[in-house]
Antibody
Framework: QVQLVQSGGEVKKPGASVKVSCKAF????????ITWVRQAPGQGLEWMGW????????NYAQKFQGRVAMSTDTSTSTAYLELRSLRFDDTAVYFC??????????????WGQGTLVTVSS | DIQMTQSPSSLTATVGDRVTITCRAS??????VNWYQQKPGEAPMLLIY???SLHSGVPSRFSGSGSGTEFTLTISTLQPEDSATYYC???????FGQGTKLEI
């Protein structure tokens, strides 16, 4: 069935970068955009940005501008999130999610299982 | 940026109750407000899209309504498995409300 499978957990030091992957199964990858959302421990959901898997166009939340990069590899149906200059408060579970239809305002479904990124010295 | 403020932040209800969660936007919205349910240790799940349309596979006891700056999620007859945190979400930027924790 349609699903997104994310890479495993990461432990990084402050100032480092992390790259999380999200592999799509059982649908045409380039027909639906991918959103990235994070959730710090015990906190709510925070939208980070969206990428068109068709064109590569991105829409980043202002908070992450300059520190985030979203990309895709259409040959492997995989989306990537890279976050640079990591800080302790970047410790969170990072989720990818697919547009329900072909545009992000249609809602996000399905979601990946989440990837825990821990920033620790 | 649009701010989405949910109320209440938490509530406790009983099986069979009718529950309403409100989401207020800081500026007038289109109808592209979505609602999600998240259980501990799980990814969120889409419940309602376009303010009032029930996502495929979601029980009919869930419903959404609203327009402008005020939107609501209603659970008509609460079930034990509805214990979760619920989030509203705006469109572009796709800001989430702070969440409403529902305990049963």
């Amino acid at each position: 069935q349609v699903q997104l499978v994310q890479s495993g957990g990461e432990v990084k030091k402050p100032g480092a970068s992390v790259k999380v992957s999200c592999k799509a199964f059982d649908y045409t990858f380039t027909s639906f955009g991918i959103t990235w959302v994070r959730q710090a421990p015990g906190q709510g959901l925070e939208w980070m940005g969206w990428i068109s898997t068709y064109s590569g166009d991105t829409n980043y939340a202002q908070k992450f501008q300059g520190r985030v990069a979203m990309s895709t590899d259409t040959s492997t149906s995989t989306a990537y999130l890279e976050l640079r200059s990591l800080r302790f408060d970047d410790t969170a579970v990072y989720f990818c999610a697919r547009d329900r239809l072909g545009y992000p305002s249609s809602g996000f479904d399905p979601w990946g299982q989440g990837t825990l990124v821990t920033v620790s010295s | 940026d649009i701010q989405m403020t949910q109320s209440p932040s938490s509530l406790t209800a009983t099986v069979g109750d009718r529950v309403t969660i409100t989401c207020r936007a800081s500026q007038r919205m289109s109808s592209d407000v979505n609602w999600y349910q998240q259980k501990p240790g799980e990814a969120p799940m889409l419940l309602i899209y376009g303010a009032s349309s029930l996502h495929s596979g979601v029980p009919s006891r869930f419903s959404g309504s609203g327009s402008g700056t005020e939107f609501t999620l209603t659970i008509s007859t609460l079930q034990p498995e509805d214990s979760a945190t619920y989030y509203c979400q705006s469109s572009n930027p796709y800001t989430f409300g702070q969440g409403t924790k529902l305990e049963i």
